[in-house]
């Protein structure tokens, strides 16, 4: 039996097992108050953060928002919110689950954005408290998620002038991993279920440029990990390509993988030999970026 076949049954059952002892996670407000343009005082008005905190004797400092994927429409929270974050506190990093609002829970833009930026500020501002290191704390998306992730990526901010401690503390993500995401909007590989979804069908040109995420790439963009495959036809591969040919333009450090075997939505791509690599990749170049050790 060929070694790299052997080896693709074998990976996801080591990657399964590290997994089985995985901190029980806890779930706060993102908003304690009352999230911005608040609807009503229903739990879809409410979005929170499911805190998935790196066990004492494995923690590294390094923390990672998550942000699951569903179209803009609903949260794939199981194997992009839960499997991931236990697979992040395998290698010893805290992580926070965004369940944000979107247009299933009546909210379109920006209300994604402020839950997702909201993530990163409270994880920054307590950082002490939840034992990470603050210029190590990155984020990760998947599908529509990865176009939120990509969203703050590369709209971000050093504080607010209004608000609270949390507020006042920068949104920037020191790191950014972006998993078959929709990221181009208004192309014939645009995913335009998501687009109308966050901005509506008739949403203004300058509106659409500004959230076609490849188009907002800055030297200050930080480093970012890309990964798609060849046979997703829901959101195709162009998508990480631009962002990441954009990422090369501006001099940000980026990595990018495509596979070739792989339907959208594969999460920790377990049972896809090939795209069940990215979790090991991911984790080296986490490594090589100085985010975890070695």
């Known amino acids: 039996m060929p070694h790299t076949f052997i080896r693709c049954l074998i990976l996801p059952l080591l990657l399964l097992t590290s997994l089985a002892?995985?901190?029980?996670?806890?779930?706060?407000?993102?908003?304690?108050?009352?999230?911005?343009?608040?609807?009503?005082?229903?739990?879809?008005?409410?979005?929170?953060?499911?805190?998935?905190?790196?066990?004492?004797?494995?923690?590294?400092?390094?923390?990672?928002?998550?942000?699951?994927?569903?179209g803009y429409g609903g949260l794939a929270m199981g194997h992009e919110g839960h499997d991931i974050a236990k697979w992040f506190n395998s290698l010893g990093v805290s992580a926070f689950i965004c369940d944000y609002r979107h247009r299933g829970k009546g909210y379109g833009h920006p209300a994604p954005l402020q839950d997702?930026?909201?993530?990163?500020?409270?994880?920054?501002?307590?950082?002490?408290?939840?034992?990470?290191?603050?210029?190590?704390?990155?984020?990760?998306?998947?599908?529509?998620?990865?176009?939120?992730?990509?969203?703050?990526a590369t709209h971000f901010d050093d504080g607010l002038k209004d608000g609270d401690d949390i507020a006042k503390t920068g949104s920037r993500p020191d790191f950014a991993i972006l998993c078959y995401a929709v990221i181009a909007f208004d192309e014939n590989y645009t995913h335009k279920g998501s687009q109308h979804n966050?901005?509506?069908?008739?949403?203004?040109?300058?509106l659409v440029d500004s959230l076609s995420n490849e188009k907002q790439v800055t030297s200050n963009t930080p480093p970012t990990f890309l990964w798609h495959t060849t046979e997703d036809t829901?959101?195709?591969?162009?998508?990480?390509?631009?962002?990441?040919?954009?990422?090369?333009?501006?001099?940000?450090?980026?990595?990018?993988?495509?596979?070739?075997?792989?339907?959208?939505?594969?999460?920790?791509?377990?049972?896809?030999?090939?795209?069940?690599?990215?979790?090991?990749?991911?984790?080296?170049?986490?490594?090589?970026?100085g985010m975890i050790k070695k």
């Open 21 to 70: 002892g995985a901190a029980e996670p806890r779930t706060e407000l993102l908003w304690p108050k009352g999230a911005p343009e608040a609807k009503g005082d229903a739990p879809n008005d409410k979005p929170t953060l499911i805190i998935y905190q790196a066990e004492p004797d494995k923690a590294n400092g390094c923390a990672v928002v998550i942000c699951p994927g569903g």
């Open 116 to 152: 997702a930026q909201r993530a990163i500020r409270t994880v920054r501002a307590r950082a002490k408290e939840f034992n990470v290191d603050e210029k190590k704390i990155g984020i990760i998306g998947f599908s529509a998620g990865g176009h939120l992730a990509s969203t703050a």
């Open 198 to 206: 966050l901005l509506g069908q008739d949403a203004p040109k300058e």
């Open 234 to 289: 829901v959101v195709p591969p162009q998508n990480s390509a631009q962002f990441y040919l954009a990422c090369v333009q501006h001099k940000v450090p980026a990595e990018l993988h495509i596979y070739l075997k792989g339907r959208h939505g594969i999460g920790l791509g377990a049972d896809h030999p090939g795209a069940n690599q990215w979790p090991k990749q991911c984790e080296l170049w986490l490594t090589n970026q």
